[in-house]
């Protein structure tokens, strides 16, 4: 059974730092492309960092200089760290795992407070 489970949302002041992680099992993590989502309310869901199998990187604009994601493939795990968090930013996070199939884990909320 394929399993993503995110964890480390929350609310922050704008300024402030996140770290979100996504723990997986079922699959076989090192050779999956992993990807943060965001999803804010009435707005469509959309890519915030993906990471390939061999550690490429690609990024939101809105993003870029201020997250950082990354993956442990010991730990079946990927991170996206969070700085300089603005209020745009508050959306519920996806992690996904991508190869032939599309998986993805239930959400965390982000929150930024101005």
């Known amino acids: 059974q394929v399993q993503l489970v995110e964890s480390g949302g929350g609310l922050v002041q704008a300024g402030g730092s996140l770290r979100l992680s996504c723990a997986t099992s079922?699959?076989?993590?090192?050779?999956?492309?992993m990807g943060w989502y965001r999803q804010a309310p009435g707005k469509e869901r959309e890519l915030v960092a993906s990471i390939s199998r061999g550690g490429t990187t690609t990024y939101a604009y809105s993003v870029k200089g201020r997250f950082t994601i990354s993956r442990d493939n010991a730990k079946n795990t990927v991170y996206l760290e969070m700085n300089s968090l603005k209020p745009e930013d508050t959306a519920v996070y996806y992690c996904?795992?991508?190869?032939?199939?599309?998986?993805w884990g239930q959400g965390t909320q982000v929150t930024v407070s101005s």
């Open positions: 996904n795992a991508q190869l032939i199939s599309n998986y």
């Open positions: 079922g699959i076989a993590f090192n050779i999956h492309t």
